[in-house]
């Protein structure tokens, strides 16, 4: 197991690809910018509840989120300043943006990799983190199942390479330490 978490607010790059693996970038946004952005989300994005498929019973996910077409949707105007920062800083065409609010440390997202049917192949999936830093646990899926723990940090981009997720499984656990609310703002490119 390697705690990542140890060199917390450094670049880290624990997993590494033909196509970047995954990397953490902390400060690409300044708290207070990233505070109105939160305040912004929290009171204006269109929230849902989804439900999953768990052993055959339709489930609640431990969260709420809501899904954004860049060029399409009307997006919160500061969400839209943040989509043209991330494009740039990675230098990748997103236009698509999913958001998770995590209420509190009881909220979370199971391990999963991110279904790439309807990605653009070559291109990164960024998480951009608001509010309550969480803990993100990435995981190979192969045998001995090496993983890593990385402190999400707000105004941080989590990157994880389009390959990346053919070979890791990544989650938020449950937190019960985490007493306040955490928005996500995942940006990929659909390409239709
Ligand atoms: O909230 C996060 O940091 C991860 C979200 C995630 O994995 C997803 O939206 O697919
Ligand atoms: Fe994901």
């Known amino acids: 197991m390697h705690q990542a978490s140890l060199f917390a607010a450094q670049p880290q790059h624990p997993i590494l690809d033909a196509e970047g693996g995954v990397r953490y970038l902390p400060d690409v946004f300044a708290p207070d910018w990233c505070a109105r952005l939160f305040a912004e989300l929290w009171d204006g994005a269109a929230w849902n509840s989804e439900q ?3 052993y055959e019973r339709l489930v609640e ?6 899904r954004y077409r860049i060029g399409r949707d009307r997006l919160p105007p500061l969400l839209e300043t943040a989509a043209g920062r991330v494009r740039e800083v990675l230098a990748a065409p997103f236009d698509s943006i999913g958001l998770n609010l995590y209420r509190d440390g009881r909220d979370s997202v199971a391990p999963h990799n991110d279904k790439l049917h309807d990605l653009v192949p070559g291109q990164p999936i960024a998480v951009l983190s608001l509010g309550a830093t969480r803990r993100m646990t990435i995981r190979a899926k192969r045998k001995p199942h090496a993983s890593w723990h990385i402190e999400l940090e707000p105004g941080s981009l ?7 997720q053919h070979h890791y499984d990544h989650g938020i656990p449950k937190d ?7 928005i996500s703002a995942a940006f990929r490119v659909r390409g239709d």
């Open 158 to 164: 989590l990157v994880m390479s389009h390959a990346s």
């Open 176 to 182: 019960p330490g985490v007493t306040d609310a955490r």
């Open 52 to 54: 999953r498929l768990m």
């Open 61 to 66: 996910v431990p969260r709420r989120v809501a």
